[in-house]
């Protein structure tokens, strides 16, 4: 029995599933989930000691690899000065600079813990902004876990097949609308159906939590016309996109803005974050500026800010995104060469540092085609990569990452590793 199966049957006795988030138990894979005992540059180690190369990356925050040695020295001597004030301090009004610099749209910013309070906050800002109460998200898209959002949700909950979650009130549930990805007919005919009780529309910009899946042309274009038009709040939720596909995030990328835009993972450096930001006549009404409340005891808490300042600094300095590029291109296209020479017509989608390998052959536009994905193929290929010492998201919808700390060396490995893992999927 290794060490991971040993701490996992402890696990299963004090922890939901043995895990502190769902989607880390393997259970769409099979097998029980490796324990990791410490990471550096572009490798984890499981409680044996046995190193990967790591493509979940802590589903994002890693973009500069694990125990970058900026950020730890950085947060060795933030330790030393304290670790929590509940007051503020000058990490916080750095970090907003840093945002505000990086994202345009972002005219006043607020910190949080996780990418699940600045969604939920955001969406209650926008209902105190406009009066009203429904707001649209799209099927397969994955926003954390606040009731609004447990409905047709993507990454865990869809992993696990849980439509909708249990627990979230019916009038809660009535009030998020349901839209198809990348087709900008079905939100129209929401807006029609809902005249002037529409507050906000929430979408990933490019959508990570079904596996990679780009916005068609237009599609962010016409969400920003028919919100300015019907007076919702466009909220762009980029905590997996935000600083990932480009300094900007994704509406750098497309050049569409938001009104509202939120934030998590990398700008905690692995720490936990979050953060809301956006339009200033939106951001005042947020308490004490204005009456819509929201707080939080480490908000803004000076070692989160410490590794996600250090994180920032890194990734702004000139040619990141290109060296980025450049290897994330590598990558994916030695995963496609093999896919054609294996004569294969499964899909790698990919934008910047996020990609995904899909095993279908038809269209990969939205939820309902991505479901026509073979789950047990999928299996099949995670558990022969982890064989060869590849650790990808155990999830067909999910994103891969690549970070700066990924040498050649190691995507060749996972290049001629995949190749093996798909003759292994697909000829069993
Ligand atoms: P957190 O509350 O997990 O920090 O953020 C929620 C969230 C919000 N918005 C988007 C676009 C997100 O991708 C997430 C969280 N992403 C998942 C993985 N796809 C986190 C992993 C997990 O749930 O364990």
Same mark, same amino acid.
């Given at each position: 029995m290794t060490r991971s199966e040993e701490l996992f049957q402890q696990a299963l006795h004090l922890i939901p599933g043995g895990?502190?988030?769902?989607?880390?138990?393997f259970q769409a894979v099979g097998g029980g989930p490796l324990f990791i005992s410490r990471a550096e540059g572009s490798k984890i180690y499981d409680a044996d000691g046995h190193p990967y190369i790591d493509y979940v990356g802590s589903w994002g925050p890693m973009i500069l690899g694990h125990a970058n040695h900026y950020v730890i020295a950085a947060l060795q001597k933030a330790c030393e000065r304290g670790t929590s004030f509940g007051a503020p301090t000058e990490l916080e009004l750095e970090m907003a600079l840093l945002i505000t610099k990086s994202v345009p749209s972002i005219e006043k910013v607020r910190m949080v813990n996780s990418g699940t309070e600045a969604t939920l906050s955001a969406i209650r800002l926008a209902r105190a902004f406009t009066k009203r109460d429904k707001i649209i998200k799209f099927e397969?898209?994955? &926003?954390? &876990?606040a009731d609004s959002f447990?409905?047709? /949700?993507?990454?865990g909950v869809a992993t696990l097949g849980i439509p909708d979650s249990p627990g979230v009130p019916k009038a809660v549930a009535a009030d998020t609308l349901v839209a198809e990805y990348n087709n900008l007919e079905s939100v129209h005919e929401i807006a029609k159906k809902f005249p002037g009780e529409i507050a906000a529309l929430i979408i990933?910009?490019? /959508?990570? =939590?079904?596996g990679v899946v780009p916005p068609v042309p237009g599609f962010l274009e016409g969400l920003r016309e028919l919100c300015t038009r019907e007076g919702i709040v466009l909220i762009f939720?980029?905590?997996? $996109?935000g600083f990932r596909v480009a300094l900007g995030g994704a509406q750098a990328l497309y050049g569409v803005h938001p009104d509202l835009t939120t934030l998590g993972k990398i700008i905690g450096g692995g720490m936990p974050v979050g953060a809301y930001g956006g339009r200033a006549d939106i951001m %005042?009404?947020?308490?004490?500026?204005?009456?819509v409340y929201q707080a939080g005891t480490? %908000?803004? =808490?000076p070692l989160a800010m410490t590794a996600g300042i250090e994180t920032l600094k890194e990734i702004r300095k000139p040619g990141f995104y290109s060296a980025l590029e450049i290897k994330s291109a590598q990558l994916v296209e030695g995963m496609r060469e093999n896919l054609r020479a294996l004569n294969l017509k499964f899909q790698v989608a990919s934008v910047g540092s996020m990609f995904s390998l899909f095993f $279908?052959?038809?269209?990969? $536009?939205n939820w309902r085609e991505i479901n026509q994905c073979n789950r047990a193929l999928f299996s099949t290929y995670f558990r022969a990569m982890l064989e060869r010492d590849i650790y990808l998201?155990? %999830?067909?919808f999910e994103a891969g990452f690549i970070s700066i700390a990924h040498t050649d060396e190691d995507i060749q490995k996972t290049i001629r590793a995949q190749r093996e893992a798909l003759v292994l999927a697909t000829r069993t």
């Open positions: 895990v502190n988030s769902p989607v880390r138990a397969g898209c994955y &926003h954390g &876990h447990l409905i047709a /949700a993507g990454s990933e910009p490019i /959508a990570g =939590n079904m939720d980029e905590v997996m $996109t %005042s009404l947020i308490a004490p500026e204005g009456p480490l %908000s803004g =808490n $279908t052959e038809g269209p990969i $536009t998201a155990p %999830s067909q």
